[in-house]
């Protein structure tokens, strides 16, 4: 039974009171506030609650029930009647409209579709291989009485401890050199992102994106107005000399390009930051999976290399640990840092301290580096079990983009006249879930399929990969290609 004394009642004017509480109870039940089969609760209670006598809200009951709206069960209470639908008015129309930019879609998510039989989505890595437990124990502990001030609205920038722990687990693992109080707690990448945006980008700015690239980052640079401009993409990562003259920032994937694969080369980092000095624009370096490497350690990040202070890096824990927890870390310049923590003031307001100090035990009492060993060995099993897919099977129809680092695995159809969106869409009634390369670029190529390997099943891989090859093979073998 719901409680109903904060039901709106005006008895502010003259007239029958049973009428208002009537009035009351029906705008309610029509509006679909009150549900049908819903317990009412008795007239004793209610009149207390609004402050009215009992023989007022009596009145008024049985006046809906005369009319159908209520039904009274001798010994039970009385309820909403089943036959009482709601009845929504229209709304009436509004001058109101978003910003053109608002009109555009997203680039969906994966984890807005069910899972499928062959789960190739990409980004998504294994939430049973989290160690739940543990950190369920951490998580309780940092919400036992006393040990976090609650009362109070905590640093917008972090947790303190979980700053520190950050940068030591950065300097430690990818040599990049800051001060704890350099680096910012986020929610996640897209958070990092727009924080970056609203300091550094003006409506009509230049901001350098990889083509193909990260859709969700060129939304954010558009959503403030920028003047998002696609730079290709090739072998040796991001095409420094096709950056415009006028660029206010670059946004790039050197260590993994996303999602082609290949780092962004040692020439092409020196080039890009000398880019960057002449033309005094910032440069973003997200780097998002950096933690799972598989053959050679990675090139130098452009932030250890950077001597100019005009490099903000950023990463997340979403691809290390599970998606649902949404941490992430921006490492800026110091003359970004105030700028960055009002934008994060606005955007937040105050953080989850249990979950933040949870953290930064994590990291610090060595269990980040124990579950990192344990999915990168599970991790490696899988993308071998694709690539033995794309050496045999699929090797007829997709050629593999080398890479040594993510969660998935880029292929370019050896026919660019093939619609790689249709045959993702014919994959996907099959139970195949895998994405396709076009999607990530404005101009639709190159053209080929992106499989990611972090939520699969390991026993599904083989078989799924071997439906995809019959469904190339039967697609591809005539001139006709799958319609779009």
């Known amino acids: 039974m719901r409680e109903l004394g904060d039901l709106v009642v005006d008895l502010s004017t003259r007239g029958d009171r049973a009428t208002a509480v009537y009035r009351a109870l029906l705008d309610a039940v029509r509006g679909g506030r009150l549900e049908p089969g819903e317990r009412l609760p008795p007239t004793r209670a209610l009149a207390t609650d609004l402050g009215v006598s009992r023989t007022t809200v009596a009145t008024a009951y049985d006046r809906l029930v005369a009319e159908g709206f209520l039904t009274a069960r001798v010994g039970a209470g009385t309820f909403v009647a089943d036959a009482a639908r709601p009845v929504r008015p229209p709304r009436r129309g509004t001058d109101l409209a978003p910003r053109p930019d608002w009109h555009r879609q997203p680039h969906p998510t994966s984890g807005s579709t069910p899972k499928p039989a062959h789960d190739l989505r990409v980004g998504i890595p294994d939430a049973r291989l989290f160690p739940f437990d543990t950190w369920r124990r951490l998580v309780t502990a940092e919400l036992r009485v006393g040990a976090h001030d609650l009362g109070v609205y905590a640093d917008p920038a972090g947790y303190p401890p979980l700053r520190a722990a950050i ?29 970056v945006t609203r300091v550094l980008v003006g409506p009509g700015d230049v901001v350098a994106i990889e083509e193909p690239g990260y859709p969700l980052a060129r939304d954010v640079f558009a959503s403030y107005g920028a003047k998002v401009v696609p730079v290709r993409v090739d072998l040796e990562g991001l095409v420094v000399d096709d950056i415009p003259a006028s660029t206010r920032l670059v946004f790039t994937t050197p260590s993994h390009q996303f999602p082609t694969g290949p780092p962004l080369s040692l020439d092409r980092r020196r080039a890009l930051l000398d880019f960057a000095g002449r033309h005094r624009c910032a440069v973003v370096e997200d780097d998002y999976d950096s933690e799972f490497r598989f053959t050679e350690r990675p090139l130098e990040t452009l932030h250890s290399m950077d001597d100019s202070g005009r490099v903000l890096y950023l990463g997340t824990f979403s691809k290390s640990l599970v998606p649902g927890l949404r941490f992430g870390y921006l490492v800026a310049p110091e003359p970004l840092q105030a700028a960055l923590r009002a934008a994060l003031q606005l955007s937040v307001g105050y953080i989850d301290v249990p979950e933040q100090a949870a953290l930064a035990r994590f990291l610090e009492d060595g269990l980040f580096a124990r579950h990192l060993r344990r999915a990168r060995s599970a991790y490696a ?35 660019q006249t093939a619609d790689d969106t249709a045959i993702a869409r014919r994959a996907a009634e099959l139970g195949i879930a895998v994405e396709p390369l076009s999607q990530y670029s404005t101009s639709g190529e190159p053209r080929g399929i992106v499989m990611g390997y972090g939520a699969a099943e390991p026993g599904s891989i083989t078989p799924g990969l071997a439906r995809l090859a019959q469904l190339l093979d039967e697609a591809l073998s005539t001139p006709a290609h799958l319609p779009r």
């Open 167 to 195: 940068a030591r687990q950065l300097a430690l693992s990818r040599g990049v050199t800051a001060r704890s109080d350099e680096v910012l707690v986020t929610y996640g990448t897209q958070q990092a992102l727009d924080l």
């Open 381 to 415: 099993e899988r993308r071998e079990l694709v690539l033995e897919a794309v050496h045999g099977p699929l090797a007829r129809h997709l050629e593999l983009v080398p890479c040594q680092a993510g969660l998935h695995v880029t292929t370019l159809l050896r026919d």
